[in-house]
């Protein structure tokens, strides 16, 4: 007889001990791709003083790779070589802010694939680090497209470019991929619902290829919910109308509006500023211990503003689609925000403070 047992992610759990029926079940997992998925929801109690609505946040940033993008890319590389895309390829070319590249890069590496990222200079250190410690060549374009004075456009321009010159290359051009809603429809949106027995009635996501927003309400439409999806923009990106201006903080936002966008549109769009995504980050640090990256704190500062229009008894989700620890030099360092934003800490210190309220 067998001691293998199921898990909740389908795998199996193995014990050489005769007695093994007795032991905790402790998953097991044939390569590190099988752990993604199945990430935690976790209740927000000490950030809002309102016990009578509930607000759960996605915890993205335990996937293996540290993000949400980690979905995008298994979903990715799964169509491609389900269509047969992948024959006689050598080399995977992408362009990225740096998330998808470090799933991609893992990826690539486990299927015997090179992996080239197009990145800009905005990309955080540690995320291109992580990106070449996994084998990643780094390809970064140092200026913005002369006409718009977009990266996204030079860094898509590079990609076609680098297609021509590395032989057997492909792309999946992440920005056009349905395969992305995929990724986020049949995982983050279908295990939110579940793990709460309903579907939220209201739920925000941060947006940049909009490839997570695009899935999660392809899953709320196929059942028919009536949860109300906001889309959290930064200021300066052109999601859904927005007005072109300058941005820093990589992870959300865009420069150019992605095709994946036409069907992916949000009940209601909010646009945060990067300091407003900053104090956010940082109050959900110091309130409930979870270190979110610039995304999650401008998903925090839109909830702020959204909650006191909330009707007592709702129950809200939040996706957090990384952690803060490749932004330690920027979003989490007084002087890169002193520097960059215009803010002293003594001021950001205040609002953070001021954001925090009774749990400071």
């Known amino acids: 007889m067998s001691n293998s047992r199921p898990n909740a992610r389908g795998c199996c759990c193995h014990s050489s001990r005769k007695d093994s029926a007795a032991l905790p079940d ?8 099988d752990t993604i998925g199945a990430t935690p929801l976790i209740r927000l109690d000490r950030i809002y003083d309102r016990p009578e609505t509930d607000v759960w946040a996605k915890l993205e940033g335990v996937n293996p790779g540290g993000s949400a993008k980690d979905r995008t890319a298994a979903a990715l590389f799964a169509d491609a070589t389900e269509n047969g895309r992948l024959i006689d390829v050598d080399s995977i070319i992408e362009s990225t802010s740096g998330n998808l590249g470090i799933a991609l890069a893992r990826q690539a590496l486990l299927a015997g694939l090179k992996f080239h990222c197009v990145a800009d200079p905005n990309i955080n250190q540690p995320t291109k680090k992580t990106m070449q410690a996994l084998g990643a060549t780094i390809h970064v374009v140092n200026e913005p497209d002369p006409t718009t004075g977009d990266w996204l456009t030079a860094r898509k321009a590079m990609v076609d470019r680098l297609l021509k010159e590395i032989p057997r290359s492909a792309t999946f051009d992440q920005y056009a991929n349905r395969a992305a809603f995929s990724a986020h429809s049949d995982g983050t949106m279908r295990e939110i619902v579940d793990a709460l027995g309903v579907p939220p009635d209201f739920l925000l996501v941060a947006m ?39 941005r820093t903080l990589p992870g959300f936002g865009a420069g150019t509006e992605p ?16 300091i407003d995504s900053i104090v ?7 309130s409930e211990g979870i270190l979110p990256g610039a995304s999650g704190g401008a998903v925090i500062s839109a909830l702020d ?4 229009t909330i009707p007592p008894g709702s129950t809200v989700a939040v996706v957090l689609h990384d952690l803060g620890h490749a932004y330690l030099d920027t979003v989490y360092d007084d002087e890169w925000v002193q520097d960059t934003i215009g803010v002293t800490p003594a001021e950001l210190a205040e609002l953070v403070s001021r954001q925090i309220g009774r749990y400071s």
Do not use: M, N, W
């Open 280 to 286: 956010g980050a940082r109050k959900l640090a110091r």
């Open 305 to 308: 503003q959204f909650l006191p």
């Open 208 to 246: 940049s290829t909009t490839g997570t927003i695009g899935g999660c309400r392809q899953y709320l439409r196929r059942i028919d919910a009536p949860t109300r999806v906001i889309g959290v923009d930064a200021e300066g990106s052109v999601l859904f109308g927005g007005k072109r201006g300058p």
């Open 26 to 33: 402790y998953p097991t997992f044939h390569g590190v791709l």
């Open 259 to 274: 095709e994946l966008a036409s069907h992916a549109q949000p009940h209601e769009v909010v646009r945060i500023s990067e």
